[in-house]
């Protein structure tokens, strides 16, 4: 047997995911700007978030989120007590045998947690992200360079386009429409494939321009797997019969 062309496996990288923690309980020990950073880092992720931190030296975003009612505060030091029903625990002190303590506590009750700037002492690490609505890129260099990996994640976000979150919430509302449409698990396959072409056929620009109207119009062409032009689309005004797909009307064909 020849040998195959498959990537070569490149060890040492962290599994890069996009973790879902809505209503999940988040604790976060200290109260730092450290502390402030992953607090708004797990806030944009829908978490429930415990804040445990003497009132003294609070930084003044922490300050603020726990006046705005934004997080549950207990103002004292940590104790092993407050990992009760805990999904996942970020510390942020400057006390490293405290944070390793409560590393090792974790560890025993299986809870996911960050020792900010002790990599060794984390199950997952703190990227540099990019956010523009629905879009999150994230920079990570695995703990070995924070600093660099806001340099490249400012490069990347310099190079995208302007208008990139809005497309991507307009083709979100598009799939959930889709799938009023065509329900079924059958139809997967379909969906996808369907999907693909009107990413493709539209510029981010029309996909911005396109409102709920286009796409009701649109998905009125899902079952012939066709996808047509944007201007053809918003010339219709309901009018279907008035097009018969004659002279490049569709940009994809099944």
Known sequence: MGEEQFPEVEGGGSLILAWQIRNKRVLVVGGGEVASGRILNVLNADAKVTVVSPREGLDPEVAYRIEKGQVDYVNRKFEPSDLDHV?????????PEASTQIWKLCKER???????????????????????G???VMVSTNGKGPRLANIVRRSIAA??????????TKVGKLRQML???????????????WMIKVSDAYSLEDLCEMSEDDMETLLRFYAPDKVPRLDCLKAMEGDLDAFDGSYGFFVGWG
């Open 87 to 95: 999904d996942m625990v970020l510390t942020a002190v400057d006390d």
């Open 110 to 132: 299986n809870i996911a947690a960050n020792i900010a700037d002790v990599p060794p002492e984390c199950d997952f690490y703190f990227g540099s992200v990019h956010r523009d």
């Open 134 to 136: 629905p879009l999150q």
């Open 159 to 168: 190079n995208l386009p302007a208008n990139i979150g809005e497309a991507i």
């Open 179 to 193: 799938r009023k449409v065509a329900p079924g698990p059958e139809e997967g396959p379909k969906r996808m494939s």
